[in-house]
């Protein structure tokens, strides 16, 4: 079946330009969750979506960040006034539910340069 | 303050060999631990959870260990092949919810003819 997708594969933006990247999980998984990963660093968790609850924000770096998922499904994450800092690859994963021992099945990612 | 680590260092192996790899951790109590395979340019792909009353878990040619009291998890792939080739990552999570896995940087396997 389908695996979670992303979009845009690549994104290059000028500092201080606003990004979204887009994330459709697998179907019927109710739970999603956006990391990034830099250069020589390990993936970091951003945020995380359970089906109608509020949104897991905690690792959102700044309040440059913010990602919505509509009607349970499709995510996007935003970037606003972006800066080169932000640089790094976006992954987007899903799984079935919210609870331990559940894995999570990643995206491609979205690779994201601020120039 | 909490840290995973694991080699940053790329292990290169022949092919046929065992490959084993680390992951430490300190400040944590996880209940389980997870391990995945990431290829250049793709997401990472879950292999293996071991929880934490679990010593041992193997599947195919992959065994995990899972050492509380050391606070290490060992990684072992056997009669490795070049399609073994790839960035292994362990993942726990420190709230035992399941829905914040923090990663290790990952090690680089090079498994060659």
Request: hydrophobic content about 30%; charged content about 20%; some cysteine.
């Amino acid at each position: 079946g389908a695996g979670v997708s992303q979009s845009p594969s690549n994104k290059v933006t000028e500092k201080g330009k606003d990004v979204e990247l887009r994330c459709d999980p697998i179907s019927g998984h109710t739970a999603l969750y956006w990391y990034r990963q830099s250069l020589g660093q390990g993936l970091e968790f951003l945020i995380y979506f359970q089906g109608n609850s509020a949104p897991d924000k905690s690792g959102l770096p700044s309040d440059r960040f913010s990602a919505e998922r509509t009607g349970g499904s499709v995510s996007t994450l935003t970037i606003q006034r972006t800066q080169q800092e932000d640089s790094a690859v976006y992954l987007c994963a899903s799984s079935q539910q919210v609870q331990a021992y559940n894995e999570q099945f990643f995206g491609p990612g979205t690779r994201l340069t601020v120039l | 303050s909490q840290k995973i680590e694991q080699n940053s260092e790329a292990l290169n192996i022949q092919e046929g060999k065992t490959a084993t790899l680390t992951c430490n951790y300190t400040n944590y109590s996880p209940a389980y631990l997870q391990w995945y395979r990431q290829d250049p340019g793709r997401g990472p792909v879950f292999l293996l959870l071991i929880r934490e009353n679990e010593k041992e878990k193997r599947k195919e040619r992959l065994k995990v260990t899972f050492d509380t009291t050391l606070k290490q998890s060992l990684f072992h792939i056997t009669a490795s092949q070049p399609a073994d080739s790839a960035t292994y990552l362990c993942a726990l999570d420190p709230t035992g919810g399941g829905n914040k896995l923090t990663f290790g940087t990952g090690t680089q396997l090079k498994v060659e003819l």
